[in-house]
């Protein structure tokens, strides 16, 4: 999860816009293999955090799925494509117990991250194979009685959940939406938190609120001057 967590902030300019007559000789020097939508597949791969079917550049993946993956190893990245899922992303090559220089950034996700992570699967899983959408309010709800595993008022609780969903918006595991106050769940959550991986981190914190909770037996829900 951490090498998919931290996206480049740079965009990569949509190339596809502007197509060069000459595709594999874009300047003089040029010792390129690959096409051009290739190379921005390729890049934006990179880059981050993912293709998905809904970009121009999904066919490329599709059409030299091959010739990136190879272009990608030897950067010591694979390539993984969910062709039924639609989306594509790039991570660091799994080579055991070698160390390796690793070629996409990780960011350690905070508690609430994690959390906030887990609940959003959690809603795709239901969802079955039907688009997930959610509002920030109905979430945040969802995500109330975890705050005595922070130790914070309302206020600041309040806070970093914003900081967490916008990190995740950041991170396109929330997409915006045509729906006012909706935003999609991308599926993507299904490819890079395994269910097994999500049920043991799951109950792992259930058993921490337990703990919590045990800890101040007389404490149920925050009081309303808490809020």
């Keep these: 999860m951490d090498d998919f967590w931290n996206p480049s902030p740079d965009t990569v300019e949509r190339c ?3 197509r060069p ?7 003089p020097q040029d010792t390129g293999k690959l096409p051009f939508d290739a190379r921005c597949a390729l890049l934006q791969l990179i880059k981050g955090p ?7 550049l999904w066919s490329a993946v599709l059409n030299n799925q091959q010739d990136l993956s190879s272009h990608l190893a030897d950067m010591l990245l694979e390539l993984y494509v969910d062709a039924e899922t639609g989306i594509a992303f790039a991570r ?35 969802g079955g194979t039907n688009r997930v959408f959610i509002g920030q309010s109905e979430l945040f709800e969802q995500l ?3 705050r005595r595993l922070e ?19 950041e ?10 106050d ?20 799951s109950e792992e914190f259930e058993l921490m609120l337990k703990r919590a909770q045990q800890a101040v037996p007389n404490q149920g829900e925050p009081h309303d001057d808490d809020r």
């Design 151 to 169: 130790s914070q008022d309302q206020s600041s609780y309040q806070s970093k959940l914003k900081a967490s969903w916008n990190r995740l918006v």
């Design 21 to 27: 007559l000459d595709e594999r000789h874009l300047w």
């Design 92 to 126: 660091n090559a799994s080579t055991g117990e070698r160390t390796v220089l690793k070629a996409t950034r990780s960011n350690v996700m905070t508690l609430l991250d994690t959390i906030m992570v887990l609940t959003l699967r959690k809603e795709l899983q239901m």
């Design 16 to 18: 596809d816009e502007d």
């Design 171 to 180: 991170a396109r595991i929330l997409l915006k939406s045509d729906i006012e």
């Design 182 to 201: 909706r935003f999609e769940i991308s599926p993507v959550l299904k490819l890079i938190f395994g269910t097994e991986e999500a049920a043991a981190v």
């Design 50 to 56: 993912y293709i998905d079917e809904s970009d121009p």
């Design 144 to 146: 109330a009685q975890y």
